[in-house]
C-alpha cells in the first residue's frame, strides 16, 4: 500500500504546487462558477459547452453539472452557454468581483406538439473540432427512444451497435466487439458501478432501461487517465436525479414487455428527489397457452428496478442514491407417469451507489463514491424416476459469480482556461466464486465440488491536464498506475495516456492519440456469445493480465450552420495476453464429470481449462452525425482487421476471431414529419461472421465385445464419423444486412398529458441472415447414396411491433 498512498500524495502535491506557483501569480483573472440544470426538472447536465463569447475559451460542464471557467478581468464579459437539445442562453458578467457564482437553467427545445422548434446550435458552442478527445460518441437520449427497435424494446446498447467501431455479435444480440475487442473488454458503468453481465434472454436485450438514464458515452479509444480496468472501451451511462418540480410518471406497454418511471420531488423546499423505475417481460403470461400439458408450470421471465434519490444540501454537497436490481429466470417442469423433472436456471446484477459531491472551491471540485456491484448465476435441477426397486432422485446445483465492493474520489480542479486538472483514485475488493457444484444420487452417493472463492484487490491512481498552450492546441496528458494483487500474485503496472487536437482553419482539427490498457479480470466462454454461464476469473500465477496499445490519428469537421459533424479516425491496436478456452475443454466441469470421483490430488485447477494468446486489430472509421433538427441521425461505416493468435489453438497459427468483419455500414435517419408523426429507420450492412466448419469427415472403426444369440462371445464393428475442422473459423458467411423501420404517432391530452403510439417492422423485407450452419445428409435410393450439403439457418424474419407509451 506504500507505493499506492505515496503516489496520491505526490499527486495532491502536484496539484497544491500548481496552484500557488503558476496560478496564484494572476491577480486580475475572475473565476465564473456554479451548476447547471434543466429547466422545469432541476436534472443536473453534464457536457454542457460554456465559452466566453467572441473567443475560443470555454469549458464544459462535468458529470454532475458542475462548471468553472476562469478569465482575464474585462469591463465586458458574457458568457454563453449551451447543449444539444436545449435552447442556447448567454450571461453578462459584472467583473468587478474576483469570483462569481451562476447556476443555470437551461430550456428543452425539444419538439413540441403544437408546433417544431428547430434552434441551429450557436456559434459559440465548443465545436468537435476543438475538443481534445477522440474516439469518444454520445448519442441524445430522446434520439434512443426514437429509433426502431427489436419488438419494440428501446435498447441502448443496439443503438451503439450502429456505431463505427463497434462490432455486432449474432443476430440479434446486443453484445458489442469495440476495435478487435471481446465482450470482456468493455467497462460499461452505471453512476459509477460496474455492471458484469448486461444481457437479458440470453443476450437479446440489454438491462439498462432508457427512460432511467440521462446519458450515455462511449470511449473506444485515446483513453483518459480516469478510466482502466478494460482494454477496449469505456460505457459511461448516468441515470437521471428525478424532477425536482413536479411529479412525472411515464411508461409503456409492448408486444413482450411493461415498463413505468415515476419521479418528482421529496421535500417542499425542493431541494431533493426521487426516480423510481421498474420493467418487466411477460413472456411467461403469453406462452402458458402453448405450453404442453405435462410441462405446465414451465415459463420464462425478467426484470429490471433501477432507484434514485438525491438531496441538495446548497451550493457545496451533494448526496446522491442509486441501485439497480435486475434478474432473468427460466425454470422448466416436464410430468410424466414415471418421471418427474424441474430445472432452474436464473442469473442477474445488483448495483448500488452512494456519492458525495463537495466543493472546496469555485474552482476545486470532488466526488467520493461508495459502490457494490454483484452478478450471480445459478442453476439446479432436480429429477425423480420410478423403477423397480422405487424412487430414485438425482440433482445437479451448479453457481458463480462475482462481487465488488468499492471506494472511489476524484478531483476537477479548474484553475484557468490553460489547464484542466483531474486527479483520482480507485480500490475495488473483488470477490470471485468460480464454481460451485453438488451432485447428489440416491443410488451412486453425494459428490461436491467448489472452487474456493478468490479474493483479490485492484488499485487505481491517475493524474490528467487538459493543456491549451496555444488557442489552436490542445493536449490531454495523464498516466494512471494500475495494481491487482490475491494472496499468491501482485501485478503494477503504469498506464501512459496523451491526446492531441490541432484546430485547423474552417472548422477543421487533426487529432493522435496513444494509450495503454490493462486488464486483470477476464471472462471464460464457451461460445464467446456473452451467455449468462460464462465465467469471470482474476489473473493468477498462470493467468497474466491482459494488455494493450493503441494508437489513433484522425480528422474532424464542423458544419454549425448544418448542425452536423464529421469524423474520420485511423487505429491500430495490440493485445497481449488475451485469453481462451483450450480445445474441447469446458470452465463449468473442467472437462470432465470424472473430477467428482478422482482423487483431490488429480484434479486440475480451472486455470490448466486456459490458453492465453495475442491479437491485433487495425482499421478505419468515418462518421457523419447530426443531433438535432428536424432530419437527424447518422451514417457510419467501419473498415477493419482482427487477427487472434494462441499457441494452443489453430496449430499456433493466425484466425479471424467469430466477430471479424471487414465492412460494416450503419445508416440511421429520424425525421419529424409533422409535430404528431415521427418516422425512423435503420439500414445496416456487414461482413458475414466467421465459422468453424469442417472440410471432410472421415469414419473411425472399433471393435466392440458382445454376445451373440447363442450366448458366444464375438466382436461388433462400429464406425464414428469424425469431422476434420483443418483450421479455426475457415468460412465466412454471405454478407449480413437489414433494414428497420418505424413511425410514432403523439397526441397531447387535457392537462398536459401526452399519449404515444408507435410502431414497427424489424428486417423490413425479411432477409434470412445466417445464425448457424451445420451439414444436412440426404440419401438418394436411386443411387444408393448419401449426399451432404452444408445448409444456413436464420434465427429472425420480419418481426412486427407495437408499442403504447405514456407520460404525465
Known amino acids: 500500500m506504500n507505493k499506492p498512498v505515496g503516489l496520491l500524495c505526490l499527486l495532491l502535491y502536484v496539484l497544491l504546487l500548481f496552484d500557488t506557483s503558476v496560478f496564484g501569480q494572476n491577480a486580475s483573472k475572475i473565476t465564473i462558477s456554479g451548476y447547471i440544470k434543466e429547466a422545469g426538472s432541476a436534472e443536473l447536465l453534464p457536457g454542457v459547452n460554456v465559452m466566453l463569447k467572441g473567443t475560443r475559451i470555454g469549458t464544459q460542464s462535468n458529470n454532475y453539472g458542475f462548471y468553472s471557467l476562469s478569465v482575464l478581468a474585462q469591463d465586458s464579459i458574457e458568457v ?27 430550456k428543452p427545445s425539444n419538439q413540441d406538439l403544437e408546433e417544431v422548434k428547430v434552434v441551429a446550435n450557436s456559434v459559440e458552442q465548443q465545436k468537435l473540432s476543438e475538443q481534445v478527445q477522440m474516439s469518444q460518441i454520445s448519442i441524445p437520449i430522446q434520439q434512443i427512444k426514437e429509433i426502431p427497435a427489436f419488438m419494440g424494446e428501446k435498447d441502448v446498447l443496439k443503438v451503439l451497435q450502429l456505431m463505427p467501431g463497434v462490432q455486432k455479435g449474432s443476430e440479434g444480440n446486443a453484445g458489442i466487439y469495440v476495435r478487435g475487442g471481446g465482450p470482456d473488454q468493455n467497462l460499461l458503468i452505471l453512476d459509477d458501478a460496474p455492471v458484469y453481465n448486461a444481457y437479458h434472454l440470453f443476450g437479446f ?52 414487455g411493461a415498463r413505468v418511471v415515476a419521479e418528482g420531488p421529496i421535500d417542499k423546499q425542493k431541494r431533493s428527489s426521487f426516480l423510481v423505475s421498474a420493467r418487466r417481460t411477460y413472456l411467461d403470461i403469453l406462452t402458458q397457452p402453448l405450453i404442453p400439458k405435462e410441462q405446465k408450470g414451465s415459463r420464462y421471465y425478467f426484470y429490471d428496478f433501477n432507484a434514485k434519490l438525491n438531496y441538495d444540501f446548497g451550493q457545496k454537497n451533494r448526496l446522491f442514491l442509486s ?26 446484477n445488483q448495483t448500488a451507489t452512494i456519492r458525495w459531491n463537495h466543493l472546496y472551491s469555485d474552482n476545486l471540485f470532488s466526488n467520493l463514491s461508495l459502490i457494490y456491484s454483484k452478478y450471480d448465476f445459478m442453476t439446479s435441477s432436480l429429477q425423480s424416476n420410478l423403477d423397480a426397486i422405487g424412487i430414485n432422485n438425482f440433482s445437479l446445483y451448479y453457481s458463480s459469480g462475482i462481487r465488488d465492493l468499492g471506494a472511489k474520489f476524484d478531483i476537477d480542479f479548474l484553475p484557468n482556461p490553460i489547464h484542466t486538472l483531474k486527479a483520482g483514485a480507485l480500490a475495488t475488493m473483488h470477490r470471485f466464486t468460480p464454481s460451485a457444484i453438488e451432485l447428489q444420487d440416491d443410488i451412486a452417493s453425494r459428490y461436491k465440488d467448489a472452487v474456493e472463492s478468490i479474493d483479490a484487490l ?67 466462454s464457451n461460445s464467446g456469445a456473452s451467455l449468462p454461464t460464462d465465467l ?81 486489430s487495425y482499421g478505419a472509421e468515418f462518421l457523419l452525425q ?4 428536424k432530419f437527424s441521425g447518422w451514417i457510419g461505416y467501419t473498415l477493419s482487421w482482427i487477427f487472434h493468435q494462441f499457441d494452443e489453438l489453430n496449430f499456433g497459427k493466425e484466425f479471424y476471431p467469430k466477430y471479424d468483419r471487414r465492412h460494416d455500414l450503419s445508416l440511421v435517419g429520424i425525421y419529424h414529419l409533422k409535430p404528431n408523426v415521427t ?65 410514432q404517432f403523439h397526441k397531447k391530452m387535457k392537462k398536459g398529458h401526452t399519449r404515444t403510439w408507435e410502431f414497427g417492422v424489424y428486417n423490413l423485407y425479411n432477409r434470412k441472415n445466417a445464425y448457424f450452419y451445420s451439414f444436412k445428409s440426404v440419401y438418394n435410393t436411386t443411387t444408393d447414396q448419401t449426399t451432404k450439403s452444408l445448409a444456413q439457418y436464420a434465427l429472425f424474419g420480419i418481426i412486427p411491433s407495437a408499442t403504447y407509451s405514456f407520460k404525465f
Open 80 to 106: 454563453v452557454y449551451s447543449f444539444v437539445g436545449y435552447q442556447v442562453f448567454s450571461q453578462k458578467i459584472d467583473a468587478k468581483s474576483k469570483s462569481l457564482t451562476i447556476n443555470v437553467d437551461l
Open 205 to 256: 436485450f440489454s438491462v439498462f432501461n432508457g427512460d432511467a438514464l440521462k446519458s450515455v458515452e462511449l470511449t473506444k479509444g485515446g483513453f483518459p487517465a480516469r478510466f482502466g480496468g478494460r482494454l477496449s472501451s469505456v460505457i459511461e451511462m448516468q441515470m437521471k436525479e428525478g424532477n425536482k418540480e413536479d411529479y412525472h410518471v411515464e411508461g409503456g406497454i409492448g408486444l413482450i
Open 323 to 348: 441501485a439497480y436490481f435486475g434478474q432473468d429466470r427460466l425454470y422448466v417442469r416436464d410430468m410424466q407417469l414415471q418421471s418427474k423433472l424441474e430445472s432452474s436456471i436464473e442469473w442477474g
Open 458 to 524: 485492484e488499485l487505481g491512481i491517475y493524474l490528467e491536464d487538459n493543456y491549451k498552450p496555444l488557442p489552436n492546441l490542445r493536449f490531454n496528458l495523464g498516466l494512471r498506475y494500475s495494481s491487482f494483487s490475491t494472496s499468491e500474485k501482485g501485478y503494477h503496472n503504469w498506464e501512459p495516456r496523451g491526446a492531441m487536437a490541432w484546430t485547423l482553419p474552417k472548422d477543421w482539427a487533426l487529432k493522435a492519440s496513444y494509450a495503454v490498457m490493462n486488464q486483470y479480470i477476464h471472462l471464460v
Open 536 to 616: 469471470w476469473v482474476p489473473s493468477t500465477d498462470l493467468i497474466k493480465p491482459q494488455r494493450s496499445q493503441q494508437v489513433a490519428l484522425g480528422f474532424a469537421k464542423d458544419f454549425p450552420e448544418r448542425q452536423f459533424s464529421i469524423t474520420l479516425e485511423g487505429f491500430y491496436k495490440t493485445m497481449n495476453q488475451i485469453v481462451a478456452l483450450k480445445e474441447g475443454s469446458s470452465f463449468i466441469l473442467n472437462g470432465s464429470l470424472q473430477r467428482f470421483t478422482q482423487a483431490k490430488s488429480q484434479e486440475s485447477p480451472w486455470e490448466s481449462n486456459m490458453t492465453a494468446g495475442k491479437g491485433r
Open 626 to 629: 447530426k443531433k438535432t433538427g
Open 679 to 743: 418516422l425512423s429507420a435503420t439500414w445496416v450492412y456487414g461482413t458475414g461472421n466467421v465459422f468453424t466448419i469442417p472440410i471432410s469427415t472421415y469414419e473411425v472403426y472399433s471393435h466392440i465385445p458382445g454376445l451373440n444369440q447363442t450366448g458366444v462371445n464375438q466382436y461388433y464393428n462400429s464406425a464414428r464419423e469424425i469431422p476434420d475442422y483443418r483450421e479455426r473459423n475457415n468460412f465466412r458467411a454471405p454478407p449480413y444486412h437489414r433494414l428497420d423501420v418505424g413511425v
